[in-house]
């Protein structure tokens, strides 16, 4: 939590400098290179967190078909010139609940290292596939509950591992690559990404005989109106822009992260009313009967009122306003504190991130 309020506040002042500086600034490179690494120390903890199963997931209804197709292009272009993309897979076969930008980072992540071991090209296939599991594969397969799942695919031609390599997969730092060519957390970040979603995941390979990572989701079964009720984010109507000019409430205990927050709220042209905690946003608001508020942004821990009690009683006396919560603390405790369909920022994020978010759930 601590270092997650650290890594944004030093994100947002760098930014803070590099919109003041001109492009021929000797300093400029050097605050570049502060900001890009701690865009680095930001992924670093969200892998750490994804591998422990600590990540605060917004799971949703989600036709995996379609996660992979509106990813192809961007898979292709990671796969190289060289190497072939082939998706099997069709709509309605591969209803999960999960969170769509966890299992986008699963596909990028086994993509890349498809990449990787097809140096001079080669093919790479995604197939998604409805499965039924029975006992009997479940008392060989890590006792696998039996049951419908949603199976995803990936296998590629390239070099393939030994049972050395394959034995320590998923250890995270683990690597075959040179120095400075990999952290290492890259599998171990898929493994508790699909752990954490409910599913498991077996790899096979053998060394010339190219990889092959099977994926097994539980499937969600029911009325196709669950499907097409969900709330996916990427499908709400925005504006376009992160611009605004409504008022936005900020709470944030950590003063530093507050004051970068509203300077970038501000710069998008939102009107900010700050309070350090959720009493004193409380009378922020109250001293303003005649001033509409139209989105809160607040922290979900914090000292004498907690950010998900704030919202309750901000939105009791505030119907028309929507909530944004922003929250460094880990585990699912935190989402399962949250209302159903809250819209939630984990820390540390970027100020774009920021603007973006707000100008998402004022739009939704």
Do not use: C
């Amino acid at each position: 939590h601590d270092f997650g309020n650290l890594i944004t506040a030093i994100t947002g002042y760098s930014d803070l400098l590099l919109r003041a500086m001109t492009p021929e600034d000797p300093w400029r490179a050097d605050v570049e290179e502060i900001r890009a690494t701690s865009l680095r120390a930001a992924d670093l903890t969200r892998q750490l967190l994804a591998y422990s199963r600590r990540q605060v997931l917004a799971p949703q209804v989600l036709d995996l078909h379609e996660v992979v197709a509106d990813m192809s292009s961007l898979l292709h272009r990671v796969l190289g010139e060289d190497a072939e993309l082939d998706i099997v897979s069709r709509p309605g076969t591969g209803i999960v609940m999960a969170d769509r930008g966890q299992l986008e980072q699963v596909l990028m992540n086994l993509t890349v290292n498809a990449r990787d071991a097809m140096p001079r090209g080669g093919r790479f296939t995604i197939e998604v596939t409805a499965v039924t599991l029975d006992e009997a594969y479940g008392r060989l397969h890590a006792n696998a509950p039996p049951g419908p799942y949603v199976l995803l695919s990936l296998s590629d031609t390239g070099t393939g591992m030994d049972a050395e390599t394959r034995a320590h997969l998923f250890e995270p730092f683990f690597t075959t690559k040179p120095p400075g060519k990999g952290t290492g957390l890259g599998l171990a970040t898929v493994y508790g990404i699909v752990k954490q979603s409910g599913g498991f995941i077996w790899v096979y390979s053998e060394p010339g005989e190219g990889t092959t990572f099977k994926i097994y989701l539980p499937s969600v079964t029911g009325d196709a109106v669950a499907l097409a009720a969900r709330t996916d984010a990427s499908q709400r109507p925005v504006t376009g822009t992160s611009q605004g000019t409504e008022t936005v409430l900020l709470v944030e205990d950590e003063t530093v992260v507050r004051s970068t927050m509203r300077r970038f709220l501000e710069a998008a042209g939102y009107a900010v009313l700050e309070a350090g905690d959720g009493l004193e946003a409380l009378a922020v608001a109250g001293d303003r009967p005649d001033t509409e508020i139209h989105i809160l942004v607040t922290d979900i821990v914090m000292p004498r009122l907690k950010g998900h009690e704030l919202a309750a009683r901000f939105q009791a006396l505030r119907p028309r306003a929507r909530v944004l919560f922003t929250s460094g603390h880990t585990g699912q405790a935190i989402a399962d504190a949250l209302p159903a369909g809250a819209a939630l920022l984990a820390k540390p994020f970027t100020p774009d991130a920021l603007t973006r978010k707000v100008r998402e759930v004022l739009d939704a």
